[in-house]
């Protein structure tokens, strides 16, 4: 596969076991500012490939396209997605708002070309596209034997 999960602080696997539980008596990763709420979320995403491609496709729901974030760290071999939005709610007492953010690292493939990787967004879905590198034939070179002495060993 072209593509899987990367967690620098976890050792290349992600999910949302860590970031907070009641139950283990860590608090979820909630911070109330006042009376507005700041959500971690981890959007819903599907993987597909072929033999000539990647997808990576990510339910953003709500979220403009200057709201996402897309990036390649490490070498190109690291996509990183992250974005927000918020919402406004009103009650009869107040109005307040909740900022959903996102934050998703992919550790790619060295088969795909990252300099031709595409994002689109359509209708709350974010897809990305990458074409995977033409397989080189394996370099096969025949080395003519030479009767008589060796070379010295160059000099430094």
């Known amino acids: 596969m072209s593509l899987s999960l990367w967690n620098a602080r976890f050792g290349g696997f992600d999910d949302d076991f860590f970031s907070g ?15 507005d709420n700041l959500i971690h979320s981890s959007p819903r995403y599907e993987i597909s490939e072929n033999s000539k491609q990647f997808r990576l496709a990510v339910d953003v729901p709500g ?10 760290e490490n070498d190109g071999r690291v996509l990183h997605l ?7 709610k009103n009650t ?22 990252t ?4 994002a689109h967004l359509n209708d709350g879905v974010l897809v ?10 394996p370099k096969k070179t025949t080395i003519a034997i030479t009767q008589g002495e060796a070379p010295a060993l160059m000099e430094e």
């Open 21 to 35: 539980s009641p139950v283990f008596g860590i608090p979820p990763t909630l911070t109330n500012f006042k009376n």
């Open 63 to 72: 979220v403009k396209a200057q709201d996402i974030n897309v990036g390649l």
């Open 82 to 88: 992250s974005g927000n939005r918020k919402v406004e």
């Open 115 to 118: 300099d031709k990787l595409t």
């Open 92 to 113: 009869d007492k107040e109005k307040y708002f909740e900022e959903y953010k996102f934050d998703k690292r992919f550790t790619l493939g060295k088969d795909l070309d």
């Open 128 to 137: 990305l596209t990458a074409p995977k590198k033409e397989k080189e034939e």
